[in-house]
């Protein structure tokens, strides 16, 4: 109670005075109430906030009525029957649900590009495997797949890398077990290296196998024919029978021909040979060995 005009009276509503003020002397006044922290005003006295409900210390209950904030969910929690729950494993929720609404849900997690769930958590895929994006953490364990290179490809440190020019692999090397490595396939004969690949021969030319195609590159040799032979179509053919040629024509150049055999004096042509005359027989010297028999003359 305060004193007023030598009587004590009752403090307004909300607010109070300590025992002990004079009646006799001035005027006295009371103090406002204030409420201590998760309390509110209600028709001027503090009352507690309700559950999943706080306020700060010092509302003044002389005054207004007054309200206390709700306790919202920090992230990871959803409300479930008023009360702010941890999400189940594999899922995620943004802070903010407000506990005094109704029920909310935590949200599923999709794993990334190259992870599986392993005991609902998104954890990345081992070396050399690969997975889909979009698993459910949420859900059952899933598998990562083995990648598999394609061909002429070859495992480097659990990567599939391309083999090296003039190189070569079969398909499906397991990109999770060691490394792997391409294999040099040697030139056939009459092939040479141009840019570590095995390419066919000029016209005319020839090499001998095994050139390296993941070297340098590598050139071939002219091709000359042997004797008795001539260039026909850059290839080194059989004379015809009864023509003879020396040896060494180019058979990288134009086609070349054989020289007629021409019999000497006292022969004729057998067999596209030049043949000597039976005793006491003769012939003139000129028959072609390339044309028919010919025949020599009684004596």
Sequence with gaps: ???????????????????????????????????????????????ACPDSTSNLAGDDASGPDTTCDADLCPSNESVVGGACTPCPAGT?????????????????????????????????????????WGDDASGADTVCDTTF??????????VCTPCAP??????????????TICMVTACVADENVLSNVCTPCPAGTTNAVDDDPSGDDTSCDPLFCSADQRVAANSCVACLPGSTNAA?????????????????????????????CAPGDYNEPGDDATGADTSCNAG
């Design 149 to 158: 290179c394609a061909l002429d490809e070859h495992v480097v440190s659990h």
């Design 92 to 132: 995620t929720n943004l802070a903010g649900d407000d506990p005094t609404g109704g029920d909310t849900s935590c949200d599923a997690t999709l794993c990334a590009t190259d992870q599986y769930v392993a005991s609902n958590v998104c954890t990345p895929c081992d070396a050399g495997t690969a997975n889909a």
């Design 248 to 276: 060494g024509d180019d058979a990288t150049g134009d086609d070349t021909s054989c020289d007629a055999t021409v019999c000497e004096l006292d022969e004729h042509v057998v067999n596209h040979a030049c043949v000597a």
């Design 166 to 179: 003039g190189t070569t692999n079969t398909a499906g090397n397991d990109a999770s077990g060691g490394d």
């Design 1 to 47: 109670m305060r004193r007023s005009r030598t009587t004590c009276v009752a403090c307004p509503a909300g607010t109070e005075n300590a025992a002990g003020d004079d009646a006799t002397g001035a005027n006295s006044t009371c103090d406002a109430v204030r409420c201590a922290a998760d309390e509110r005003v209600q028709a001027n006295a503090c009352v």
